[in-house]
C-alpha cells in the first residue's frame, strides 16, 4: 500500500521556519522525483519544490527561491521541505508528490493528506 505521510505543519509567527517531512512507504522511493505543493485556502494547489531522484537536481517556484529548501534521504526513505522567513502568504496545506519511474518506462503519481502550514502572528 502507498502511503506518503506528511509531518511537521502547524502555526508559525513571520519570519518563522518550519520543517516538513514525508515519509514513503510501499514504492520505490530511490526511482521517484519528489515534490511539495501546496494549497491555498479557496485558491488552485501550486508549485513549491522539486527534487530529483538521486538529489542531484532541486527546482523551486519562483516565490520559494532562497527561502525554501528541499532535500531527501533515501535510506530513510523520507524528503524533506525547510522553510525559512515565512510569509503570511505562505499560509496554505502542503502536499507530498512522488513520481514513480518504473521498469517499464511508465509513471505512477502519488499525493499525500497534507499537512497544514499557518503563518500569523
Known amino acids: 500500500q502507498v502511503q506518503l505521510v506528511e509531518s511537521g505543519g502547524g502555526l508559525v509567527q513571520p519570519g518563522g521556519s518550519l520543517r516538513l517531512s514525508c515519509a514513503a512507504s510501499?514504492?520505490?522511493?530511490?526511482?521517484?522525483?519528489m515534490s511539495w505543493y501546496r494549497q491555498p485556502q479557496g485558491k488552485e494547489r501550486e508549485f513549491v519544490a522539486r527534487?530529483?531522484?538521486?538529489?542531484?537536481?532541486?527546482r523551486y517556484a519562483d516565490s520559494m527561491k532562497g527561502r525554501f529548501t528541499i532535500s531527501r534521504d533515501n535510506a530513510k526513505n523520507t524528503v524533506y521541505l525547510q522553510m525559512n522567513s515565512l510569509k503570511p502568504d505562505d499560509t496554505a496545506v502542503y502536499y507530498c508528490n512522488a513520481v514513480e519511474s518504473t521498469s517499464w518506462g511508465t509513471t505512477n503519481d502519488y499525493w499525500g493528506q497534507g499537512t497544514q502550514v499557518t503563518v500569523s502572528s
Open positions: 527534487i530529483s531522484s538521486a538529489g542531484v537536481s532541486t
Open positions: 510501499g514504492f520505490t522511493f530511490s526511482r521517484s522525483a
